[in-house]
Nanobody, 126 residues
Framework: QVQLVESGGGLVQAGGSLRLSCAAS????????MAWFRQAPGDERKFVAA????????YYLDSVKGRFTISRDNSKNTAYLQMNNLKPEDTAVYYC???????????????????WGQGTQVTVSS
């Protein structure tokens, strides 16, 4: 089991930026696909972005393309989500998650991920 700890959330005005971090335990970090999901009040947890173990492959929710960038540093066992030009509709609790194996085309599916962090709140004011 991988322990994940998110950080970097906060309150920001529309148009601002935040950088989320997800620190993972263990020595096999580079073998996991990492993803970010988010959950707004009263809504289900939804996929935001994913990155392959090597970092060569990424995938984004359409509404965040061009604004968010997912990355990882395998030497630090850490994944990141750089969020620019934030909008009020980006307000949610953001979670990172790990996935070991599986088909790339299934990376947006919540049940494909084994381990989850506790979440970090992102609030964007208008």
């Amino acid at each position: 089991q991988v322990q994940l700890v998110e950080s970097g959330g906060g309150l920001v005005q529309a148009g601002g930026s935040l950088r989320l971090s997800c620190a993972a335990s263990g020595s096999t970090f580079s073998t996991y696909t990492m993803a970010w999901f988010r959950q707004a009040p009263g809504d289900e947890r939804k996929f935001v972005a994913a990155i392959s173990g090597s970092g060569d492959g990424t995938y984004y929710l359409d509404s965040v393309k061009g604004r968010f960038t997912i990355s990882r540093d395998n030497s630090k066992n850490t994944a990141y989500l750089q969020m620019n030009n934030l909008k009020p509709e980006d307000t949610a609790v953001y979670y990172c998650a790990t996935r070991n194996g599986g088909a790339w085309e299934d990376i947006t599916l919540r049940y494909e991920y084994e381990d989850w962090g506790q979440g970090t709140q992102v609030t964007v004011s208008s």
